[in-house]
């Protein structure tokens, strides 16, 4: 019954994203976020050098979606967020994943994330995946004032990124 239940499971696929892809991801962003970005950020991510966006697609839609930053030795990423009803189902590992070849490949170093100290189910999740607490920055998010506690993995060869 499980394989046949598998055959079943839509497919996720892992894309670029695209201007008409700009609707969902600000739909997304407001859903999830308190001090959601504005659409003018979104198309900066998909238009400015060093920047990359990509989204996770299921059935059409737009379930997902990651923004990061390359620049020099560093990666930054900047955005990752999943629909709710999607989580708990791969998807944020698999962007994750993504960003972080896309990265190392970019001949970055480390990557760093900032991530708000009671967002206690995205700190977990970013450190089962090699990050480790750099330090706290003040004030850091305005929708409600909060530090930002920044969190780095460095890219090791063995990685496989």
């Not at 993504?98 to 170093?109: G, Q, T, Y």
């Not at 004030?139 to 460095?154: G, K, M, S, T, W």
Request: charged letters at 30%.
């Amino acid at each position: 019954m499980n394989s046949v239940a598998k055959r079943n499971e839509p497919t996720l696929t892992i894309r670029p994203l695209a201007g008409r892809d700009l609707a969902e991801v600000v739909k997304l962003e407001r859903a999830i976020f308190s001090d959601p970005w504005p659409e003018s950020a979104f198309k900066e991510q998909i238009s400015d050098e060093g920047w990359g966006a990509i989204v996770a697609e299921c059935d059409g839609n737009v379930i997902g979606y990651a923004c990061y930053l390359a620049v020099g030795p560093e990666g930054h990423l900047t955005n990752l967020a999943v629909n709710p009803a999607h989580r708990r189902k791969s998807v944020a590992k698999q962007l994750l994943e993504h960003i972080l070849r896309d990265v190392k490949k970019a001949s970055c170093e480390c990557i760093i994330l900032e991530v708000r100290p009671s967002n206690t189910e995205a700190r977990a999740f970013y450190q089962r995946h090699g990050f480790s607490y750099l330090y706290r920055r003040p004030d850091y998010y305005r929708r409600p004032v909060e530090d930002a506690l920044v969190f780095v993995n460095y890219l090791d060869e063995e990685d496989g990124w």
